[in-house]
Nanobody, 124 residues
Framework: QVQLVESGGGLVQAGGSLRLSCAASGRTFSSYAMGWFRQAPGKEREFVVAISGSGASTYFADSVKGRFTISRDNAKTTVALQMNSLKPEDTAVYYC?????????????????WGKGTLVTVSS
């Protein structure tokens, strides 16, 4: 099993940047595709970005392409989300997610493990 703990959320002005981190437990981290979802108040949880187990492949929602990047460090069992050019509509609770083997499963919402989330608030 995998336990996921997010950190790095906070308040930032529109146009600014934040870096979120997700720390994972266990020694099978590299066998999991990882990703991030977000949920704004009153809205459904939506896919943001995913990364393959090796880090070679990434997948982005259209709303964040060109602004967000994802990376992972399998030795440290962490995954990071770098968010640039933030907009008020990016305000949400951001959740780290893991799925066995296939990043396409993460992109499609087929998630095996969830973190508890970290709040990102973007002010205008």
């Amino acid at each position: 099993q995998v336990q996921l703990v997010e950190s790095g959320g906070g308040l930032v002005q529109a146009g600014g940047s934040l870096r979120l981190s997700c720390a994972a437990s266990g020694r099978t981290f590299s066998s999991y595709a990882m990703g991030w979802f977000r949920q704004a108040p009153g809205k459904e949880r939506e896919f943001v970005v995913a990364i393959s187990g090796s880090g070679a492949s990434t997948y982005f929602a259209d709303s964040v392409k060109g602004r967000f990047t994802i990376s992972r460090d399998n030795a440290k069992t962490t995954v990071a989300l770098q968010m640039n050019s933030l907009k008020p509509e990016d305000t949400a609770v951001y959740y780290c997610a893991a799925a066995s083997h296939f990043p396409e499963l993460v992109a499609g919402g087929r998630v095996d493990y969830w973190g508890k989330g970290t709040l990102v608030t973007v002010s205008s």
